[in-house]
């Protein structure tokens, strides 16, 4: 009994449900006479506004797992890189990381600042055309903690999207914390009234991450999110000196590839381990351009060209 209060939430109607705020499982709930009184059933404002502010933008991806610590802001920021090496394309990072934003690290942006112009803030730019933005350049200190409610996180995200001066672009990648909770919802959310080409979905070989994955992309089912397929990074590592391949992260339920053929999901590649790729993300520099002809640098090119 002493459990009920807190599975309230899994039966919660929804904020734009008929029954928000009437439901059984809506009892105790803080936020019950705001849902009855169908206060919430309104749409956002801000969607509206954020659609014609990325009406400028011609492609919208999202990098997702369900998992912690499988390379989502080092693949984002390697695919950002990868996009701007035709000088021809303009492309644009944003980290809506909230409390853990690694985007201005790996960038090699830490310490630049966010500054506000007649048509919003400016992003922060790594080369003439790809902009950046993170809630990491409105910290005093990178060792500063965001302890923050959903709500407060959701409004960030919405500014991001709604007040960053983001001009004429052909890629816009989003980089998102692991889970399937308030960002997630959030950018979704804000993003409903404009098209997003889809999500791409990081995981690595082992079962203990893919099981995590597969809520990722049911996630992904459940509010109607195109999926443009799966990369599994870790997958492997490449010795720099004999060129062999030693797992470090068995596939002990087939990996990725067994995964996308069960869920019939494009497998877009399969990037290996390699100390360079952790050690030019510590130093802000790009992996891609250091290291071009190295096999990791080759299959983030070959997504590239897949998606």
Same mark, same amino acid.
């Given at each position: 009994h002493a459990l009920a209060p807190h599975l309230r939430i899994i039966h919660?109607?929804? #904020?734009?449900?008929?029954?928000?705020?009437k439901s059984s499982s809506c009892a105790g709930c803080p936020n019950q006479k705001i849902c009855a009184s169908g206060a919430t059933k309104a749409p956002d404002p801000a969607i509206a506004e954020i659609g014609e502010k990325l009406s400028t933008v011609k492609h919208k991806i999202l990098v997702l797992s369900g998992k912690g610590g499988v390379g989502k802001s080092t693949f984002s920021a390697h695919l950002a890189h990868t996009l701007a090496s035709d000088s021809t394309k303009e492309v644009a990072l944003l980290d809506?990381?909230?409390?853990?934003?690694?985007?201005p690290r790996i960038m090699g942006l830490?310490?630049?600042?966010? @500054?506000?112009?007649?048509?919003g803030w400016s992003p922060v730019y790594v080369d003439d055309n790809l902009a950046v933005m993170s809630i990491g350049f409105l910290l005093s200190s990178p060792d500063d903690a965001v302890i923050w409610r959903g709500p407060k996180k959701n409004g960030m995200i919405k500014q991001f999207l709604r007040d960053v001066d983001w001009g004429d672009l052909d890629?816009?990648?989003?980089?998102?914390?692991?889970?399937?909770? /308030?960002? @997630?919802?959030?950018i979704v959310q804000y993003l409903s009234s404009t098209h997003v080409d889809g999500?791409?979905? &990081? #995981?690595? $070989?082992?079962?203990?991450?893919?099981? /995590?994955?597969?809520?990722? &992309? %049911? *996630?992904?089912?459940?509010?109607?999110? $195109?999926?443009?397929?799966?990369v599994e990074?870790?997958?492997? *590592?490449?010795? $720099?000196?004999c060129k062999n391949?030693?797992?470090? *992260?068995?596939?002990?339920?087939g990996g990725a590839e067994r995964m996308c053929a069960d869920l019939d999901l494009p497998l877009l590649g399969k990037v290996p381990l390699d100390?360079? &790729?952790? %050690?030019?993300?510590?130093?802000?520099?790009? *992996?891609?351009n250091e290291v071009p002809d190295s096999p990791a640098a080759k299959v983030y090119q070959s997504i590239v060209q897949s998606e």
């Open positions: 919660c109607p929804g #904020t734009t449900s008929e029954q928000a705020g809506v990381d909230i409390c853990g934003p690694s985007i830490e310490g630049e600042q966010v @500054h506000q112009s007649g048509s890629y816009l990648i989003v980089d998102t914390p692991p889970g399937t909770s /308030d960002e @997630h919802l959030s999500a791409v979905i &990081i #995981t690595t $070989p082992q079962e203990v991450s893919l099981q /995590d994955v597969r809520k990722e &992309i %049911r *996630f992904c089912q459940k509010v109607k999110l $195109p999926i443009i397929g799966v990074n870790m997958s492997g *590592f490449v010795c $720099p000196s391949t030693s797992q470090i *992260f068995p596939p002990t339920s100390p360079r &790729i952790a %050690r030019s993300c510590d130093e802000g520099k790009s *992996f891609i």
